[in-house]
């Protein structure tokens, strides 16, 4: 067989599952316009460009806002490692999966690492955060706003008031609120906040949107040893970004195309409007859902409206009903992480597969799906309730 040259031949999905999520055809083809330098004057205009659009969807004033090369994870890392030196005291809020990331990155680079944990599905309560920074100074608070292993959403501004009383700094995880979900950086005055790309962005993966407030690059110039990273090394990265140019790396030319192109979607459509479509369509999602038989895990009022939670059935097989999804209609739906695996379908409605159809869909699939396997509901239920939450 040829296999050297020729279609790639990727079939179409409907994504649906924790990320990535769908990508809008003026991304795809804006990732097609011709390459040029990285330092070319056309491409520094659209840096400055994409750190204006940066600034608009983070909601923040903050100088330092671009979008560092890698996935969201590299986002993460470079907030903690920006700010954390070995023997550092950091507190983070563990209540899932990306909490977990949270502690094990803090750790490798040396943090005195202090866990204030919830169970999985719940909030982290922000008294225990004060209390632990009470009992014991810490230089960094760390949170995930919307915990994508259990579609949990949780309250930042608490959190930032107990960080502001203790001269903390706080790290806020954002890559499955920001483009769903309100992520006002600033009127929280979180410190460093990250995201990803193909979340609620709907770009494809490849970059790390952070934003950096003036207290955190002062406590990385305190700093008394390096950063531990020389990639990710803030100062040297914001020195290419700002007037300086300087070269650090070869900026990922065509995702920074794509990522200024979804991020004028975002603007064109509007925040606002933006937020209350994935309130909208999550709403009814959980409505159908919940019509069909099924628990949502994330109590009220804490669900993200990007990503919905709801426990497996007893006696439902996991694996074959997402192969169903993906095999019979092309469709993807998460499974659970950690202690969850098999135990919960994760669904996100993020960005551009955040539509009416999908959610329709969805319902509609997993309702066949579920009956296969000897589900008892009414027929249509799903739809029927998400049409009514609709209407
Ligand atoms: C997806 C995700 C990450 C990691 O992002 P990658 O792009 O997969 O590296 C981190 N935190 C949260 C909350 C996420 O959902």
């Known amino acids: 067989m040829e296999t050297s040259r020729g279609d790639l031949n990727i079939p179409f999905r409907t994504l649906l599952g924790p990320g ?176 990803c790309t193909q979340k609620g962005l709907s770009c494809p993966p490849g970059l ?40 650090h790396h070869t900026a990922p030319i065509t995702m920074l195309y794509a990522l200024r192109e979804a991020l004028c979607l975002v603007r064109e459509e509007g925040l606002e409007p933006r937020w209350s479509r994935h309130q909208r369509l999550s709403h009814a999602l959980i409505a159908g859902l919940t019509a069909l038989g099924l628990k949502i895990l994330a109590p009220e009022p804490h669900r993200a409206p990007t990503l919905t939670v709801a426990r497996i059935p007893e006696g439902i097989k996991d694996l074959e009903v997402r192969k169903a999804l993906l095999s019979e209609h092309s469709l993807e739906i998460g499974g659970g992480l950690g202690p969850l695996k098999g135990q919960v379908w994760r669904i996100g409605l993020m960005g551009e597969s955040c539509t009416q159809a999908n959610v329709l869909l969805v319902l509609s699939v997993l309702e066949s799906a579920l009956a296969r396997q000897g589900w008892k509901c009414e027929k249509g239920a799903g739809v029927v309730a998400a049409v009514k939450a609709l209407a």
């Open 20 to 195: 990535p999520s769908n990508v809008h055809p003026r991304v795809l083809r804006a990732a097609t316009t011709p390459v040029v330098g990285h330092l070319d004057p056309r491409f520094l205009e659209l840096m400055d460009e994409t750190m204006g659009l940066l600034r608009f969807v983070f909601q923040t004033r903050n100088t330092i806002t671009l979008a560092i090369p890698g996935t969201g994870s590299a986002g993460m890392e470079a907030a903690l490692v920006n700010l954390i030196e070995p023997g550092d005291g950091i507190i983070v809020g563990v209540n899932g999966y990306f909490g977990e990331r949270l502690c094990e990155m803090a750790s490798r680079h040396g943090a005195e690492l202090r866990r204030v944990e919830a169970p999985w599905g719940q909030i982290i309560d922000p008294d225990q955060i004060e209390r632990a920074l009470a009992q014991r100074r810490a230089k960094v608070v760390a949170v995930v706003h919307a915990e994508t292993s259990t579609g949990v959403l949780q309250p930042i501004t608490p959190i930032a008031e107990a960080c502001n009383r203790h001269g903390a700094l706080l790290v806020v995880d954002a890559v499955t609120s920001l483009g769903g979900s309100p992520v006002p950086v600033d009127d929280w005055g979180a410190d460093v906040s990250f995201s």
């Open 208 to 247: 790390a949107p952070i934003t950096v407030s003036e207290r955190a690059v002062a406590a990385a110039h305190a700093r008394r040893s390096p950063i531990q990273s020389w990639y990710l090394d803030l100062s040297l990265i914001t020195k290419y970004w700002d007037s300086n140019r300087v070269y």
